[in-house]
C-alpha cells in the first residue's frame, strides 16, 4: 500500500436513504458540486481499533469519525457523520465484479449525540480482535469504500 498523504483531499462519504429502512453508504463527488472536500487522519484509538477521522476545510462542521476493527473475515466499522439515525449502513460497489472488496464491511452509524468509543467496544465485544496493523487495515478498508461505493447523484 501507498503511504498515506495526510496533507491530499480527498470526496467526502455520504449516506443515502435508499428506503426509510434502509441506507446505503456512498461517496459525494465535491468537484461536480463545488463542495468542500475533507482531510483525513488515521491513529490507533485502543488495540485493535483505529480511528479515522474526515475534517472539511470548513471549521464550523464536524467532523466526521469513524472507529475501525477487524475480527476474523469481518471488518467492523462505527462511525458518527452528523446523520440523526441510528442503525445499519449498507456498504456495496459500484461493480459487481468488485462485490468481493467490500463484502467483509460491516457498517453502522451512531447519532452524534452517543458515544461511538461505546458503542464500538460493544459491537466488538466478545469476538477475537486482531491488533496487528490495525491502522494499515483501517486505511484500505476507507479507501476500499470512497473509490468503489455508488457515487452520490
Not at 476493527?69 to 461493480?95: C, H, L
Amino acid at each position: 500500500m501507498e503511504p498515506f498523504d495526510q496533507s491530499s483531499e480527498y470526496p467526502p462519504l455520504v449516506i443515502s436513504e435508499r428506503s426509510e429502512r434502509e441506507r446505503e453508504l456512498q461517496y459525494f463527488n465535491a468537484r461536480e458540486w463545488c463542495r468542500p472536500l475533507e482531510t483525513l487522519s488515521f491513529e490507533l484509538e485502543a488495540s485493535g481499533v483505529a480511528l479515522i477521522t474526515a475534517k472539511f476545510a470548513d471549521p464550523i462542521r464536524a467532523p466526521k469519525k469513524f472507529l475501525y476493527s477487524s475480527a476474523g473475515d469481518r471488518q467492523i466499522i462505527t462511525a458518527t457523520m452528523g446523520y440523526i439515525f441510528n442503525g445499519p449502513v449498507r456498504v456495496e460497489t459500484w461493480k459487481p465484479s468488485l462485490r468481493w472488496l467490500l463484502s467483509t464491511i460491516d457498517f453502522e452509524h451512531i447519532n452524534s449525540s452517543l458515544p461511538l468509543q461505546q458503542r464500538h467496544f460493544e459491537r466488538i465485544e466478545g469476538k477475537e480482535i486482531e491488533d496487528n496493523e490495525t491502522v494499515p487495515l483501517a486505511q484500505r478498508a476507507y479507501f476500499d469504500m470512497l473509490w468503489n461505493v455508488n457515487k452520490y447523484a
